[in-house]
């Protein structure tokens, strides 16, 4: 499962976009507890489910469909412990570390209502920048992955020297468990556009830096966006970094508490939600919900909470979705059950690299491909395309 890392400084709302991302009406089968550990939980990204398109109702195995939006698993890390001087030994424990590597993409969850100083002490409202936030999120993650390469760099060149491989392997060899590949560091590399040895620490900082975006991109999850005083800093946010969200955790967090209760119909991505039964609500309630609807909904669009895990996994990630069917008549699987499972897949992607990502077995001995929308064998090395619906034939 992909796994999205959550950083960000105490007091940010780290916890609340947890809590407020792994709450959710129904659970996916195969994963019971939202909770996997006690900083892991699943949350969802959603995509258009093809039934609606079919008029068909499917029955969803590894996912879960609300009203034609399937809700597709992902795996969220509370990176709790990034603190401004982190990469120096503050804080730093083992799990914290092994969280840092499993995570594939980030989100760098700051206060952009200002009102939490550097180590999230409370401060008035709007006199902290929550650029200096961002500012030192990725300070700390750049210093972390240099500190993997740069205090060894000398040994690696000696290496790639004396056993004659390439750099570009060792640096790799090097990173294992971090999820970075080959081709993501000889890409990298090409930034800095010198030969290895060569490379002075800024060469390799550069390098570093280029490989993060790469490897372990990231997008800044404006929290609190709720209070007046965030909306200027969100503007400022959004003008200085290309890939921002204004959330609402606390917003979010309401909502779908609201909606688990049976008090409002809302699904998490919306930009509205409906009253079931106003005469079950309290007038405090009532008043919380309408100052969501005025202030958050009305002015973002949404609560950005979902948004911002579509944003990472789709966009940032680059990730489509795809259906596998054993059966492209009744685009189901052996049992009957229709449309029963949506994978995330990386875009540009074969049939045979669906194949492998089922099962190793169904990888090996895969044959060829077929479209169910159009019922036609598809070439090997035909590119995945969102939302498609792929019979794979083995031998
Ligand atoms: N107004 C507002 N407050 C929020 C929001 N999200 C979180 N908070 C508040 O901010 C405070 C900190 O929230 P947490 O979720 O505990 O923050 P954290 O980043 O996990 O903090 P640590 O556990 O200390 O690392 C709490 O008082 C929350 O109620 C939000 O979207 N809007």
Redesign the pocket.
Known sequence: MIEIGIT????????????AATLSKAEVASYPFTTIDSNRGVAYVTSQCPCKEFNIKCNPKNSICEDGVRFIPVELI?V?GLVPGAHEGRGLGNKFLDDLRQASVFLH?V?A?GSTDEE?RPVEPGSYDPIKDVEFLEKEILMWLYGIIGKNWDRLIRKATSEKIDMAKVIYEQLSGVGVSVEDVIEASRKVGKDYHSWSNEDLLVFVDELLKIAKPSLIVA?????ASARENIERLKEKYPNVVP??????LALKRAAKAGLIDYTPGDGDFKILDEGKLTKKQLSALEYIRENVLKVYGSTGIQEALNRAVFDLLDMIVVYPVEDEHKLSDKEGNILPDAFLIPRGSKPRDLAYLIHTEIGDSFMHAIDARKKMRIASDYKLQDRDIITIICK
């Not at 960000?8 to 809590?19: A, E, L, R, T, Y």
């Not at 959330?247 to 979010?252: F, G, P, Q, R």
């Open positions: 960000g400084k105490p007091n940010v709302g780290k916890s609340s976009f947890f809590n509370d709790a969850v206060d209502s999230g929290n609190k966006a709720d209070m959330t609402s955790a606390e917003a979010e």
